[in-house]
């Protein structure tokens, strides 16, 4: 293993995250067989960020479009989030959320406990019990594959009570105020039991989330 093979803006690394994340949520209009050849050539060739780079441009100027739309829509995602920082600060309390939000939809729980600090996150589903444990690289990687997909799948709305996406990213929002305590959740479809290290429980419906997260929206649209 590479030095930086360890740290979430390895090439490698970022394109294993972002090929996982490809496998799981399949989004349409886009030619996923061909992003899935990339990155599983990039995953053998274990380029630096450098040649990574260089890599990219070579193919998005391919003749083959499939070959080419697919390397472009790599290099955008790298070139936008990740190539630009040597190391990068924890992901805030809102990303962090989402992402485990987005994992407990993957798994089809139905009551789930999270506990997140600084430095990393659990998780813990009951319909079967399952654990998980997640360090501030393996957050960081699942969070590059996602942002790196974000918005090529059918449309959802950003404020709808239904997915633990929504509800635990307004959850992280609130709780980003301070970021350096721990927290442990018990999360339902219906509301969010919130345990500081630090202050009082606090429980939030999802009604109220949404409300939370769509005031959010309107605000930074206004």
Do not use: N
């Not at 274990?46 to 040649?51: A, I, L, R, W």
């Not at 319909?127 to 997909?149: K, N, Y």
């Not at 239904?162 to 442990?184: H, K, Q």
């Amino acid at each position: 293993m590479k030095p930086d093979d360890a740290t979430p803006f390895s090439p490698r690394v970022w394109c294993r995250g972002t090929l996982t994340s490809l496998s799981e949520r399949r989004p349409p209009g886009m030619d996923a067989a061909y992003v899935s050849l990339l990155l599983t050539c990039f995953i053998e060739l274990d380029p630096s960020p450098e040649t990574f780079g260089e890599l990219l441009a070579q193919y998005a100027a391919d003749r083959r479009p499939g070959i080419a739309e697919a390397a472009r829509i790599l290099q955008r995602a790298w070139q936008r989030e990740y190539r630009a920082a040597a190391s990068a600060p924890p992901p805030s309390l809102q990303e962090t959320l989402r992402t485990l939000g987005g994992l407990l939809d993957q798994a089809g729980a139905q009551i789930a406990q999270v506990a997140v600090d600084a430095k990393s996150a659990r998780l813990e589903t009951y319909s079967e019990v399952r654990q998980r444990q997640l360090g501030t690289c393996d957050l960081q990687r699942e969070i590059a594959g996602r942002v790196a997909l974000r918005g090529r799948g059918p449309h959802l709305d950003p404020t709808a009570p239904t997915r633990f996406e929504t509800l635990l990213r307004a959850v992280g929002a609130m709780l980003d105020v301070d970021p350096e305590s721990s927290y442990r959740l018990v999360v339902t479809p219906e509301k969010v039991i919130v345990d500081s290290s630090d202050g009082p429980s606090q429980v939030f419906t999802a009604p109220q989330l949404s409300a939370l997260l769509r005031a959010s929206i309107y605000g930074r649209q206004g």
